[in-house]
């Protein structure tokens, strides 16, 4: 979101699940977003391709207001030169069905190709893992919640200073490493719920693929519900 007491000189170019622009922009808006909300004048042209795009009656677009949008709503009061709305029909019932199998598809094959790598490459690390979260879950949910939201504050400072003293790029280093660190919790998680859900098989190997195939693929599923999915992901 753009913040009322910024000012944009030149154009601004989106690309967000949800945007708010509440400063005023003295170029031209391009929009590729799921909810677009302009609350403030834009002197140039305003092109939105958007599943939903709100127009308040504080805003105003001074060319032309171009949206592809399934929903657009323009308050009566906002100041529109010249307005080319199309509206776009949400895809059949069948064709999100599929687009949502095809997506839960990619995410359970690419996560449990992962989870099998590490278990092949380190079976101890892939053992030591599910275990510590069984016998200490509270402790690993805090160290986990302090890994997360500590290292991009310590990111942002060593960034900061970095470029003042050298070294920014180390924030960088330590941010890829926290996104892999995430990648590699949803295997190691789902192999965990798996094993509560599997009492056991003949075979102890069968037993652990089984337990990730099944951990995995609940936690993909529960990644595609809109306010569970916030939840999983965290």
Do not use: C, H
């Amino acid at each position: 979101d753009v913040a009322k007491e910024a000012r944009v000189g030149r154009d601004v170019l989106i690309g967000a699940g949800r945007a708010t622009l509440n400063a005023p922009v003295g170029g031209d808006v391009r929009a590729g977003s799921g909810e677009l909300t302009l609350t403030a004048p834009v002197e140039g042209d305003v092109r939105a391709r958007t599943s939903k795009l709100t127009v308040t009656d504080t805003a105003a677009v001074g060319g032309v207001l171009a949206t592809r949008s399934q929903t657009t709503q323009i308050s009566p009061d906002a100041d529109i030169g010249q307005l080319q709305a199309e509206k776009v029909e949400p895809p059949p019932v069948g064709v999100q069905v599929l687009g949502f199998l095809y997506a839960w598809a990619r995410a359970f094959i690419g996560l449990t190709v992962l989870g099998l790598i590490i278990a092949l490459l380190s079976p101890r690390f892939a053992r030591a893992v599910p275990d510590t979260l069984r016998t200490a879950p509270w402790k690993s949910l805090g160290i986990g919640a302090a890994i997360l939201f500590g290292v991009p504050l310590v990111a942002a400072v060593i960034f900061v200073v970095g470029l003042l003293l050298g070294g920014w790029w180390i924030a960088l280093l330590l941010l890829v490493a926290l996104a892999a660190l995430m990648l590699l919790a949803f295997p190691a998680i789902g192999y965990t719920l798996g094993q509560t859900v599997i009492a056991a098989t003949r075979s102890e190997r069968g037993r652990r693929v089984l337990a990730l195939l099944l951990g995995v693929a609940v936690l993909t599923l529960a990644a595609a519900i809109p306010v569970l999915g916030a939840l999983v992901a965290l």
